[in-house]
């Protein structure tokens, strides 16, 4: 009998039947009026979701895709560019810059520590000749389950006087944590369509300041699918210069509706509950988070694996006899860790079905937990803040 | 009432029913065994639509990505190679390679003539040095409605002795026209969803022989994202090196045994008779083709518009009265042909269909044409192939 899945993996995330039903829409001319006025409530739509006035562009590809974007946009061979590093993802992005010749103060931390604004006040402090063309980091790295104070970062970047960009990758967390592109002086932000938005993949959508407008006339290197001018021009006839993957802008229409519909403050503050009741509950069965304390991300939690407990044998029993697929531990943290992704569609029931499935899946490997153990603390986190 | 659709445009196609309904299916983990299982599948059906035993690599991304792959992938800035230019397609390919700061000697020919076997092998005749790395041009050129004879052109290229590589853009051909990656000598095979598989756009695809490999070897264009070496080591894992557009993947699959179903050579067949159909109509009806005779694409059918009669009135006529979306010229072609796309998901009664709509069309704009010419020829043309 088919039932309910649970697709609890830090992205991809579970697609509402509101928007699976326009996916098997049939396709519409990508150079006619539908869809100019499709591309343009979009635009206005995500307008409101990353807080700003700056240009949206898009991009047919995956966010890995958007991040190399602003490399081969904004840059020159020799530049130099602070990046986080702090998880796989984040590393990324220097892997990416160095790759086209960017070179990469990278702030190395150990996975799973966020980085500080006054961590980064002091790398621009040092470069007093001001050669620090960007700081690069992301408000959510999906590798650990930490995030990042970028109100605070933003802040101490404008205070600094340095004219560096800021740059933040808001993959796995813009349409679930509070984002302020604009009021937090975020240069360039870059999503993609299957987190937050709660689309399939294959969309990645960027936000450019007019700092940055300025620093891509200066960049050398060479694009041509990624070329942030060509898109603008292109996007200012409503239309792209590509072919669009035109499904997934049926989606986010709706994807835009719903998340207007619920108010983007409140969907912050729904992310923000179902992460308190998913931590409250793993810390009531004893398990231990692997995030710094006071920055876990409220998209997705990484917990330790118990002592005992090998991660293959319980993702399995998970998967197999409850329907619930998590993420497991990525390069050096495999088999260590769990990561449960909450984000996109993700509600009180979700949370409730899904930490009782890992309860009865650690309980059933042997690990000792009082059956009932994750449900009572999940109630008790939603009657706190519910009643 | 709702009523039928007819997308024809030179793709994104009509997407059959069967495929529409695998886009909606709720998503599933790409680092998992479902989705190994999906991509293997995916893979080996391409292989028999390439015919080739050549690696196939998959991007997230448009076609025009899929083009800059190769160059990115292949070349380093200061090589040569021939670009095939004689429309908006096969032009962009130069640009990108130039882009690069690949050297790029052009055959330039009219919009809508054909690039001949001869003029490819007059180019490498002169090429004493053997410096050309690659010859590039498109299978199907859907500017003008053009088709090139790639099998020719891969024997005089064997025959000569030169080493240049083989790239032929299948974008709008594979799975529509004959194509025989290996034994006609294809190096490099780059194809999108959203024309001969049926399916939105978003993804390509492209098949790379072991020579074309040796290539990639010696490339030092800088690149991250289309790195095929990168992909493909990936692949060996059945997995994507990013997030990779998993409805795609679903839909791709479903495609794949469509065409397994119908047998790829009758799919070709298929194309090749909906498109005499609707030559013949078009003749019938005094109009006049835009390619060069003997070259015309069984894919895309362009038509001069007759005199008298505006482009946008009719294509407005076309849509808002019978649901039919043809496609118009392309810059400089722009109001003096039309482009009636015939790939994919067609058969004999939409090509009735649409035709007819473009003699009612033309009709009422008060173009001469007697009523039911067009419905004659296409009868007249299947019962000629069919009884």
């Known amino acids: 009998m088919e039932r309910r899945k649970y697709l609890q993996i830090p992205g991809p995330t579970n697609v509402p039947n509101r928007i699976l039903t326009t996916l098997s829409k049939p396709l519409i001319n990508h150079r006619g009026p539908e869809f100019e006025e499709l591309l343009t409530n979009c ?48 590393e990324r992005l220097a892997l990416i810059a160095e790759r086209y010749g960017v070179n990469t103060i990278k702030i190395q931390k150990e996975w799973g520590k966020a980085i500080k604004a006054e961590e980064i006040e002091e790398v621009l402090k040092q470069d007093v000749d001001k050669n620090i063309k960007a700081v690069c980091l992301p408000q959510n790295e999906t590798t650990s389950g930490i995030s990042n104070d970028i109100e605070s970062i933003g802040k101490i970047m404008k205070e600094s006087g340095h004219p560096a960009l800021l740059i933040v990758d808001v993959v796995s967390s813009l349409a679930c944590l509070p984002f302020e592109t604009d009021t937090w002086g975020v240069d360039v932000a870059i999503t993609a369509s299957q987190k937050g938005f709660m689309l399939p993949p294959g969309l990645s959508m960027i936000s450019i300041s007019e700092r940055a407008w300025k620093l891509t006339e200066e960049s050398k290197l060479p694009k041509w699918y990624w070329d942030y001018k060509a898109v603008r021009k292109k996007m200012e006839e409503q239309q792209l210069p590509y072919t669009p993957p035109t499904t997934l802008l049926f989606g986010l229409k709706e994807s835009l509706d719903i998340l ?11 992310h923000a509950l179902m992460a ?7 810390k009531a069965m004893g398990l231990f988070l692997f995030a710094e304390p006071g920055y876990e991300s409220d998209t997705v939690t990484a ?21 619930v697929v998590v993420g497991g531990g990525l390069q050096r943290l495999q088999g260590k860790i ?43 986190t939603f009657f706190k803040y519910l009643i």
Chains 1, 2 share one sequence.
């Not at 996109?344 to 059956?371: N, P, Q, T, W």
């Open 43 to 90: 635009v206005n739509g995500l307008k409101k979701v990353f807080r700003t006035n700056n240009d949206i562009l898009m991009f047919p590809s995956s966010g890995s895709g958007g991040l190399e974007s602003a490399i081969v946009n904004l840059f020159s061979p020799g530049d130099t560019i602070v990046v986080a590093c702090h998880g796989l993802f984040s």
């Open 260 to 270: 207007e519909e619920e108010g983007i403050e409140n969907v912050w503050n729904r």
């Open 276 to 282: 308190q009741a998913t931590r409250n509950a793993a």
């Open 303 to 323: 917990i330790y694996m118990p002592e005992g407990v090998v991660f293959k044998e319980f993702s399995n029993i998970l998967k197999s006899k409850y329907g």
């Open 338 to 380: 769990l990561r449960i992704g909450h984000m996109g569609s993700i509600h009180e029931l979700d949370v409730y079905a899904v930490m009782g499935a890992i309860e009865m899946s650690l309980f059933e490997l042997g690990y000792k937990v009082e059956l009932g153990t994750a449900s009572k603390a999940v109630s008790e």
